[in-house]
């Protein structure tokens, strides 16, 4: 009974994982947003991880199924791969922090290099630690990797919360100090769960320290989501007087004004075109040529360049 309700949290954690990566990358495509790109730079890696945790212990029967040499080969092709993702992960979080508590990018050239060299430290060592002492089967340094590895590393997520948690007090008031604190909540219980996984569930499919890193991906995809929408999706209204800056700025015709305002309002080219009394494929040459002129390609990002440019001024 308990390895079934493990299972299924296990898949309840894969599902999450992935559908929170899928959400991020729709979003990054529509927009090409500089806070959007970072969080992504964060998913990917975990949900890499994630998905050979989730073929372990869920399709982890290769070893019966495949000859000897085909099931070892795949199980270090594995090994190599989670030591990757999980790497690029840590370091991924450990990046985030930093531009969110240094908003300067030329302070954050140091704390980016000793990130950097102690995650290849890092990376180089568990490599080297796996295969010292699983030389004889890269299915069980497999096991060690997913088992005891993961665990042990997640200490280095602990270490920049700490210091995040110091130098938190300074951002209050800062747009970033309701999301610092939220990291703050999802990281520190690991100072609990991981010595439980250690004495009581090593050999189980959840761990509960899969459950901070759900968290994390919750409390930042609630943050990218409402970002997405003061910046990206404002009711049309909202955009009255950003529009008519924005229109000085770029030299916009009127008509091409006529056609903004109804792309902004979320209508189609057919729509469009009974409005002002055009035909649809001519909607869709005036907007094509607007995105052109103006440097985006969809109407997300129209959006955000009326926000912005008004802004800037």
């Known amino acids: 009974m308990g390895n079934f309700i493990s299972g299924l949290l296990l898949v309840f954690h894969f599902s999450l994982i992935f559908s929170i990566t899928l959400l991020c990358s ?17 998913m990917i890696p975990l949900f890499l991880f994630t998905l050979i945790y989730y073929l372990y212990y869920h399709t982890g029967r ?35 922090l930093i531009s969110l508590l240094v908003p300067e990018g030329g302070k954050r050239k140091l704390p980016l290099l000793i990130t ?9 060592f568990s490599l080297f630690f796996l295969i010292l002492l699983n030389r004889e089967s890269w299915t069980q340094a497999l096991s060690t990797m997913l088992n005891e590895m993961f665990l042990y590393s997640s200490i280095l997520l602990i270490i920049p919360t700490i210091v995040a948690s110091i130098y938190l007090r300074k951002n209050r008031g800062n747009e970033n100090y309701r999301l610092l604190s939220e990291i703050m909540i999802a990281f520190y219980p690991m100072a609990l769960t991981l010595p439980l996984d250690l004495i009581f569930f090593t050999k189980s499919p959840f761990k509960l320290t899969l459950l901070t890193h759900s968290l994390f991906s919750i409390f930042v995809i609630f943050y990218i989501v409402r970002h997405y929408i003061i910046n990206y999706e404002p009711e049309p209204v909202s955009l009255h007087d950003e529009m008519k800056a924005f229109y000085a700025g770029h030299a916009v015709s009127s008509r091409e004004q006529e056609i903004i305002s109804r792309v902004i309002e979320g209508k189609s080219n057919r729509e469009i075109g009974d409005i002002l009394f055009i035909s649809a494929n ?5 907007i094509r040529n607007i995105y052109k002129k103006l ?18 001024d």
């Open 62 to 96: 290769w070893a019966d199924v495949m000859p000897l040499a085909t099931a070892e080969g795949f199980s270090l092709y594995l090994l190599i791969a989670a030591c990757l993702s999980l790497a690029a992960y840590i370091q991924g979080v450990v990046v985030y």
């Open 116 to 124: 950097n060299i102690l995650i290849v430290f890092f990376l180089l």
């Open 282 to 286: 001519t909607v869709k040459t005036h």
């Open 295 to 312: 440097g985006v390609s969809n109407r997300v990002q129209l959006v955000h360049a009326i926000k912005i440019s008004h802004s800037g």
């Open 26 to 42: 729709i979003l990054f495509y529509r927009t090409r947003d500089a806070h959007i790109s970072k969080f992504l730079r964060v």
